[in-house]
């Protein structure tokens, strides 16, 4: 998933509902990112940590057993109704990309330019943020080290000890407002609630019934800031797919490897690989 993180480690805490006794009871998937673990109390006062499988969805109702041994486990699931994303349709987003409010970006790669519209109203905190990437010349000489083909290009990560890597905090989260994870949006990875910094995600296909489902106006991550305009589709498309990073089972480059050793890594055991060269309002 682009989260753009493939195992998010973020936990979220949910109450428990119809106990029927001391070692039974169920409650409620609130509304959370595919992958988190839930924190939730039990009846004997334990808290209990759940990994949710990709299939458990917000909304299912978990039914939970304490064995002979004391020891809690999931003894059935029974598959809900989450709420209904209200998505913006494709020609309100493309009216809002051409808007007074929109601002255009050129990203310069070594397949060629990608423009980008940026929409604040979209995304007021994540949007801030690319802007201020784009204006300190942050992406100059940065690495697509993540590109998967039908799936989402990924870049941002530069050296430890490049003065870039500890220049900006994370984010707090933006609120969905119904931007759909359509191919061409861009938005920011993350790893969690809060963690969203200088990694950059571009869709190469729709992915919104994966990434940025949830009630409007809940803060999450996965909220995305502008979209690739139309005459650099074909461009972005172009950018070499080395596959995703080993920690999701890709054999694609290692980021962890990329913060270490820097571009030097990439260019002596992925030569293919793209880059972003700079990046300006255009």
């Known amino acids: 998933r682009c989260q753009c993180a493939c195992a998010p480690q973020n936990r979220t805490a949910c109450s428990p509902a119809a106990m029927a006794d001391a070692n039974a009871f169920t409650f409620q998937v609130p509304q959370c990112e595919?992958?988190?673990?839930?924190?939730?109390?039990?009846?004997?006062?334990?808290?209990?940590?759940?990994?949710?499988?990709?299939?458990?969805?917000?909304?299912?109702?978990?039914?939970?057993?304490?064995g002979a041994d004391g020891n809690w486990t999931v003894t059935k699931v029974l598959r809900g109704v989450a709420p209904e994303t209200q998505w913006r349709s494709p020609e309100q987003m493309a009216a809002e990309c051409q808007s007074a409010e929109a601002v255009k970006v050129r990203l310069d790669t070594t397949k060629g330019p990608i423009f980008i519209s940026v929409v604040p109203s979209w995304a007021p905190i994540g949007a801030q943020r690319f802007l201020q990437l784009i204006d300190d010349g942050y992406f100059a000489d940065?690495?697509?080290?993540?590109?998967?083909?039908?799936?989402?290009?990924?870049?941002?990560?530069?050296?430890?000890?490049?003065?870039?890597?500890?220049?900006?905090?994370?984010?707090?989260?933006?609120?969905?407002?119904?931007?759909?994870?359509?191919?061409?949006?861009?938005?920011?990875?993350?790893?969690?609630p809060g963690?969203?910094?200088?990694?950059?995600?571009?869709?190469?296909?729709?992915?919104?019934t994966q990434l940025g489902k949830g009630e409007l106006g809940t803060p999450s991550t996965e909220t995305p800031f502008g979209m690739v305009c139309p005459e650099s589709m074909a461009?972005?498309?172009?950018?070499?797919?080395?596959?995703?990073?080993?920690?999701?089972?890709?054999?694609?480059?290692?980021?962890?490897?990329?913060?270490?050793?820097?571009?030097?890594?990439?260019?002596?055991?992925?030569p293919s690989c793209d880059f972003i060269t700079g990046a300006a309002r255009a």
């Open 235 to 270: 461009t972005m498309h172009l950018i070499t797919c080395l596959g995703d990073i080993p920690q999701c089972g890709g054999a694609g480059p290692d980021p962890v490897k990329l913060e270490t050793m820097g571009n030097a890594y990439i260019r002596s055991e992925f």
């Open 195 to 208: 963690t969203r910094k200088s990694t950059v995600c571009i869709m190469k296909a729709d992915f919104r």
């Open 34 to 66: 595919p992958g988190v673990s839930l924190k939730v109390p039990a009846p004997d006062g334990v808290t209990l940590k759940i990994p949710l499988p990709p299939s458990i969805l917000p909304g299912d109702q978990i039914l939970m057993g304490k």
């Open 142 to 192: 940065i690495a697509i080290y993540r590109a998967i083909d039908r799936g989402l290009i990924q870049f941002g990560v530069v050296q430890s000890t490049d003065k870039r890597s500890t220049q900006y905090s994370k984010l707090p989260d933006d609120k969905l407002v119904g931007i759909p994870y359509a191919e061409g949006i861009v938005g920011f990875a993350a790893a969690g």
